[in-house]
């Protein structure tokens, strides 16, 4: 595994925890920024960084490399992602564009089952092809940490083949990658009369086979009104941690029914959406360690969303992470340079708030804080350098894709600007 001393750093920012927590409130917006820097990379890990003129001329054993003034930062985790499916649903997205809700469409059995028919009938090779281009996209934006949810599948053997293509994408990567169970997406339409058989082949049989195999770190739920209520959504969370599967939740993306109550009460690692959540929910989850991921590609596609919502979860000092929500209903997006910018241009984040979002905090929220997502001495050296040279270019120049080159665990991926 090759060595390398990087210099010619315009800009290396430095995004790390807090004492092993994520970042919240004041700190959400601070990060170390150094000028003209360096980095060592050696076996795959970070070796050491800082200031050129603190460095002692490394050994022959580093291959020199010029960064050529560019912008160095830890490369994006993406903390949410639906990236296992097949088909695609562009005429359902067009009618939601002129008018048509969201959750009529899934009530009327299509969305989210029209996904779930496709991915049933797609086969093992299939979804795991799709994926892994899918996963060479997300790189080339500059991600390498993620979070993969299943969620597509519904019956037991459907969701259990989504999570081992999952387990065969990480096999076939370097790539750190987190899988969620997503327990409870849509209700079936062959259960539409009998919600309560469904709920009890979820807690008695899929939940029970996901933990025997070992197929996930995370377990989440749709929890929302006419999707799965809050008595369901608790029954199915418990149910998984008491099998080492952790709390997590899609909560208040179009109704706040009592998702976030109920994300304190089953300590989730992170409560995902969050565009509804009332002042009072903000106020439940402060102190935890529980991570808000918001996913403003998502209600950029929402009429009905809230600008302020992402700024009033840093007012009331809870960590904020971002994601793509990359899936095939609300968000074809997956690059979290965009989601940066919506979140600064939109949405009203800082730069070095969306920064360590994007980095530090969606590290926490995907369970991968201890190894990537960070500029920190023995962390895996996943970085990107970028075709600008400070932080402030990021939502100046936006829309376009900015990666110069991918480090993924010390290899140098390379991608033409
Ligand atoms: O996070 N809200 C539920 N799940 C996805 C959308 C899934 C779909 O429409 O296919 C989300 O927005
Ligand atoms: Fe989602």
């Known amino acids: 595994m090759a060595s390398?001393?990087?210099?010619?750093?315009?800009?290396?920012?430095?995004?790390q925890s807090d004492?092993?927590?994520?970042?919240?409130?004041?700190?959400?917006?601070?990060?170390?920024?150094?000028?003209?820097?360096?980095?060592?990379?050696?076996?795959?890990?970070?070796?050491?960084f800082g200031r050129k003129e603190t460095l002692v001329t490394p050994s022959r054993e580093y291959t020199p490399m010029d960064m050529q003034q560019s912008l160095v930062m830890p490369a994006f985790v993406d903390p949410h992602t639906h990236l296992v499916f097949a088909g695609s649903r562009e005429k359902e997205f067009a009618m939601r564009l002129h008018g048509d809700s969201y959750?009529?469409?899934?009530?009327?059995?299509?969305?989210?089952?029209?996904?779930?028919?496709?991915?049933?009938?797609?086969?093992?090779?299939?979804?795991?092809h799709l994926a892994q281009n899918r996963l060479i996209d997300l790189e080339r934006y500059g991600t390498v940490?993620?979070?993969?949810?299943?969620?597509?599948?519904l019956k037991p053997a459907v969701e259990l083949k989504q999570l081992r293509v999952i387990r065969e994408l990480k096999k076939r990567t370097n790539h750190p990658i987190a899988t969620t169970f997503l327990a409870a997406h849509a209700l079936p339409m062959e259960f539409k009369n009998k919600r309560e058989d469904y709920i009890q082949q979820v807690l008695e049989e899929t939940i029970p086979e996901v933990a025997r195999e070992g197929l996930a770190d995370f377990i989440d739920v749709f929890c929302e009104k006419n999707v799965f209520s809050i008595d369901e959504c608790e029954r199915i969370l418990l149910k998984g941690a008491s099998l080492?599967?952790?709390?997590?939740?899609?909560s208040d993306e179009f109704f706040s029914i009592g998702g976030i109550p109920l994300a304190t009460r089953v300590e989730a690692v992170s409560v995902d959406h969050m565009i509804t959540a009332t002042d009072e929910d903000l106020q439940l989850l402060q102190g935890s360690d529980t991570v808000?991921?918001?996913?403003?590609?998502?209600?950029f596609n929402i009429p009905h969303a809230r600008l302020d919502y992402a700024r009033k979860i840093i007012e009331a000092d809870i960590p904020l992470a971002i994601g793509t929500d990359f899936n095939p209903g609300t968000c074809m997006c997956y690059s979290q340079q965009i989601m940066m910018e919506l979140s600064i241009l939109l949405y009203g984040l800082t730069i070095k708030e969306a920064i360590n979002a994007v980095t530090v905090n969606s590290s926490f929220a995907a369970g991968l804080q201890e190894s990537t997502g960070m500029m920190k001495e023995g962390y895996r050296a996943d970085f990107v350098s970028m075709n600008i040279r400070d932080v402030d270019e990021i939502p100046y120049i936006w829309g376009i894709n900015k990666i110069q080159r991918i480090f993924l665990s010390g290899d140098k991926v390379e991608f033409e600007a």
């Open 103 to 128: 959750l009529e469409i899934l009530s009327k059995g299509y969305g989210i089952h029209q996904t779930v028919q496709q991915t049933e009938s797609a086969s093992f090779d299939e979804l795991l």
């Open 244 to 250: 080492g599967l952790r709390p997590k939740l899609h």
């Open 19 to 48: 004492n092993n927590k994520p970042l919240r409130g004041k700190r959400q917006g601070e990060i170390e920024v150094i000028p003209d820097a360096y980095i060592l990379i050696k076996g795959g890990l970070i070796e050491a």
């Open 292 to 299: 808000a991921v918001v996913l403003p590609g998502t209600s």
């Open 4 to 15: 390398y001393f990087l210099y010619n750093i315009a800009n290396l920012v430095v995004a």
């Open 145 to 153: 940490g993620i979070e993969i949810k299943s969620g597509y599948g």
